[in-house]
């Protein structure tokens, strides 16, 4: 399984971004998908987790109701929809794979992240 991530950049905090995520695999409907991110410093920290159909997510307390997780089976595509963000949300932001029951705690395929920085 190979993981491409995009869609990072510089905004101004209140502002919006959404990431994108594409796997190269044979079935993508049989893998959880998770977004991550890592502040320079700082532990890897979980920010969402997606089930292997739409109606299934989670996120931590630190972006519940402003990230919005979703995937397009049709395109193998994760998305993180990231409103409202906060100089605090600045980091690189890795997607990630596993099988189901694996996300956040055993994540077996990573790609490589995309920088997101947000201004005060």
């Known amino acids: 399984v190979q993981l491409q991530a995009w869609g990072g950049g510089l905004v101004q905090a209140g502002g919006s971004l959404r990431l994108s995520c594409t796997a190269s695999?044979?079935?993508?409907?049989?893998?959880?998908m998770g977004w991550f991110r890592q502040a320079p410093g700082k532990e890897r920290e979980w920010v969402s987790c997606?089930?292997?159909?739409?109606?299934?997510?989670s996120y931590p307390d630190s972006v519940k109701g402003r990230f919005t997780i979703s995937r397009d089976s049709a395109k193998d595509t994760v998305y993180l929809q990231m409103n409202s963000l906060k100089p605090e949300d600045t980091a690189v932001y890795y997607c990630?794979?596993?099988?189901?029951?694996?996300?956040?705690?055993?994540?077996?395929?990573w790609g490589k992240g995309t920088q997101v920085t947000v201004s005060s």
């Open positions: 990630a794979a596993a099988i189901p029951g694996g996300c956040p705690h055993g994540m077996d395929y």
């Open positions: 695999v044979r079935t993508f409907s049989n893998y959880v």
């Open positions: 997606i089930g292997v159909s739409e109606g299934s997510s």
